[in-house]
């Protein structure tokens, strides 16, 4: 069974620019929640999207959206990139989005704004 | 709302030994889950054990296992019989009842001796 993908694994933008983050779940995982890591912060919670609807979100601006399709896929997007941005970001996906449930992770796209 | 903290940003153990690592956390909920993440160099996280709060037994992994004190609100991780590939980042994680996402903690860096 293949893991949870993540596209790309590297990516440089300039400040200002925009960027997506493509997330591939688990087969037959319907929930995906974005994180984002730097040395400072630690992992912090963006957004869960579950069947297609987001149903969480954390403490971020709006320049951070997200999507979820059909297939479960999720893009997450940074618009008017700041070099703060610069950090790891992980996808992970589970089966459901109960307090037990598994989350699986991706190996993370990890983006340097310049 | 709900808090992690792991205090030891870095530990080391020697190779074969046994080795702790703590978390606290803070809740006002009595119904929750608790997790152990190891992310080692690749990056990509993987579960190391997890718990959930209604349960008085500590779970066991193999070479991993857990003290759960749950008056004192601590989630401390063993890792017995250590080997150099336990050499990674080992989050705590929280989650509580109410399909609300992870909560980690800043992590403890963990090297393996030989």
């Known amino acids: 069974k293949a893991g949870v993908t993540q596209t790309p694994r590297y990516l440089i933008k300039t400040r200002g620019q925009q960027v997506t983050l493509s997330c591939s779940p688990i087969?037959?995982?319907?929930?995906v929640s974005w994180y984002q890591q730097t040395p400072g912060q630690g992992l912090q919670f963006l957004f869960e999207?579950?069947?297609?609807?987001?149903?969480n979100k954390g403490n971020f601006p709006g320049r951070f959206s997200g999507r979820q399709f059909s297939n479960s896929r999720s893009e997450m997007n940074v618009s008017t990139l700041e070099l703060g941005d610069s950090a790891l970001y992980l996808c992970?996906?589970?089966?459901?989005?109960?307090?037990?449930?598994?989350?699986?992770f991706g190996q993370g796209t990890r983006l340097t704004v310049v | 709302a709900q808090t992690v903290t792991q205090s030891q940003p870095e530990m080391s153990v020697q190779e074969a030994e046994t080795v702790t690592l703590s978390c606290t956390y803070d809740?006002?909920?009595?119904?929750?889950?608790l997790f152990w993440y190891k992310q080692p160099p690749s990056r990509q996280m993987i579960l190391v054990i997890r718990?959930?709060?209604?349960?008085?037994q500590n779970a066991t992994e193999n070479r991993f296992s857990v003290n759960f004190q749950k008056a004192a609100k601590s989630f401390s991780l063993k890792i017995s019989d250590s080997q150099l590939g336990d050499a990674a980042m080992y989050f705590c994680?929280?989650?509580?009842?109410?399909?609300?996402?992870?909560?980690f903690g800043k992590g403890t860096r963990l090297s393996v001796i030989a």
């Open positions: 992970a996906s589970s089966f459901d989005r109960y307090g037990f449930t598994e989350a699986f």
């Open positions: 999207y579950f069947s297609e609807t987001q149903r």
């Open positions: 809740t006002s909920e009595s119904d929750y889950y």
């Open positions: 718990q959930e709060a209604y349960k008085q």
């Open positions: 087969s037959g995982h319907r929930s």
């Open positions: 994680a929280y989650r509580g009842s109410g399909n609300t996402p992870l909560v």
